[in-house]
């Protein structure tokens, strides 16, 4: 079993839908969790930072981890086709730097 | 420049070829990273160093070669590489290794082994 499972898509959603991508995890130690987008030829950037559990909100961007179902979940309100890119989620235990990365989900907003 | 710059962009090498991908960065951080992204696979840390001392080598075949002459530098030396290891090759920098994963990255460096 993988640490990090993340559906590779590719997912298409008309302009303007919610979006919602989500990755599991099996290590119940993770308590860094982030999401990075990463647009073709380029490299990843990171977009969202929890930690622990809860909800965090940044524009159209909203990152959820549930601890107790090991799932952490990443919204986009308002999806505009400057949105498609591939999302990774990636995350660490506290006092361990290296990052478990999943292995991104492709998003394509059609115009 | 600006943040974390890679090159060459795009590397063809045979089997029996020696090159070396270069990272520099302009963030003032003191931790560099070199990763390795296949298709449809994740992330894979090959080596972190931290003020120039490497802190982290994840069991990578010799044939890959780090080295980090200062904070602002890294490179990758390749030699006698093998056909798997075509990959795009990822540098970041963070200020530390922490584990809140503020990683920058470069752009990467596209390789393929023939």
């Known amino acids: 079993q993988k640490e990090v499972e993340q559906d590779p898509g590719p997912l298409s959603v008309p302009e303007g839908a919610i979006v919602s991508l989500n990755c599991t995890y099996s290590?119940?130690?993770?308590?860094?969790f982030m999401w990075y987008r990463q647009y073709s030829r380029k490299g990843p950037e990171l977009l969202m930072y929890?930690?622990s559990s809860g909800n965090k909100e940044d524009g159209r961007f909203t990152a959820q981890v549930d601890k107790s179902s090991k799932y952490i979940s990443l919204f986009i309100r308002d999806s505009q086709p400057s949105d498609s890119a591939t999302y990774l989620c990636?995350?660490?235990?506290?006092?361990?730097?290296?990052?478990?990365w999943g292995a991104g989900t492709k998003l394509i907003i059609k115009p | 420049e600006t943040g974390v710059t890679q090159t060459p962009r795009h590397l063809v090498m045979g089997m029996t070829n020696k090159k070396s991908l270069k990272c520099e960065q302009h963030?003032?951080?003191?931790?560099m990273y070199w990763y390795k992204q296949s298709a449809k696979k994740p992330l894979e840390l090959m080596f972190v160093?931290?003020?120039?001392?490497?802190?982290e080598n994840n069991s990578v075949p010799s044939r890959f070669s780090p080295e980090c002459p200062n904070s602002s530098h890294l490179f990758l030396h390749l030699h006698t590489l093998q056909p798997e290891d075509s990959a795009l090759y990822l540098c970041?920098?963070?200020?530390?290794?922490?584990?809140?994963?503020?990683?920058?990255f470069g752009e990467g460096s596209r390789l393929t082994v023939l």
């Open positions: 970041a920098s963070s200020q530390e290794p922490a584990n809140t994963g503020e990683l920058f």
């Open positions: 963030l003032g951080h003191n931790a």
């Open positions: 160093y931290s003020l120039e001392e490497r802190v």
């Open positions: 290590n119940s130690a993770f308590q860094y």
């Open positions: 929890t930690y």
């Open positions: 990636a995350m660490s235990a506290l006092g361990n730097y290296q990052l478990i």
